[in-house]
Structures are given as C-alpha cells and as structure tokens.
Nanobody, 116 residues
Framework: QVQLVESGGGLVQAGGSLRLSCAAS????????MGWHRQAPGKQRELVAR???????NYADSVKGRFTISRDNAKNTIYLQMNSLKSEDTGVYYC??????????WGQGTQVTVSS
C-alpha cells in the first residue's frame, strides 16, 4: 500500500503564496503518477495538478501560470507551489496517487483558505 501525508495548508490573503507538501511512503514502485485535487464547499473534487513518474505535468486551466507541481524523488515528496492565490482557490486540497491497476490513494486533505 501507499500512504500519503499532506502539510502546508493555511490561511493567506489574496495575492499571497503557499506551498503544499505530500510525503509518500510504502510501495513506491507501484506509483505511476501523483498530484493534487481540491474540493471547494458545495463543489465536486477537481484535479489541480499532476506529475507522472516520467516527470510530465498537467494543470487545471484555472491554475496555469500560478501553480507549480514538483517532486523530490529522494524524499518521496511532491510539492504544490501556489502563487497569486485567489479566493476561488479556497478548499480542501488532497494529495493523490495513481498506482498500478489504476488504484487510487488519497491523503487526508489540508485546508487552504484565501481571504479577499
């Protein structure tokens, strides 16, 4: 199995920055991609950014140019650098991993609140 632990959420003013971290442990060889999803109050969970085992990245249109996903293989950790935050970025951010056989694993979530 794979376990994911997020950190780095909090309260920030609009225009500010935050960096989220997600540390993975367990059967690392089974991970084909990792990323971040978020869920705003009353809305469905949506993909924010993902990074494949080969290093390719994808972003939601709403965060392109503002968010950057990266990883540190030595630490089994991915990061989400969030700049120019907007109130609509508020939500619970979940670390996500895609394993072999399309099995998904999720972290417990971390709250990001952007005040306008």
């Amino acid at each position: 199995q794979v376990q994911l632990v997020e950190s780095g959420g909090g309260l920030v003013q609009a225009g500010g920055s935050l960096r989220l971290s997600c540390a993975a442990s367990g059967r690392m060889f089974s991970i084909s991609a990792m990323g971040w999803h978020r869920q705003a109050p009353g809305k469905q969970r949506e993909l924010v950014a993902r990074i494949s085992s080969g290093g390719s990245t994808n972003y939601a249109d709403s965060v392109k140019g503002r968010f950057t996903i990266s990883r540190d293989n030595a630490k089994n950790t991915i990061y989400l650098q969030m700049n120019s935050l907007k109130s609509e970025d508020t939500g619970v951010y979940y670390c996500w991993s895609l394993l072999t056989y399309n099995v998904e694993r999720w972290g417990q979530g971390t709250q990001v609140t952007v005040s306008s």
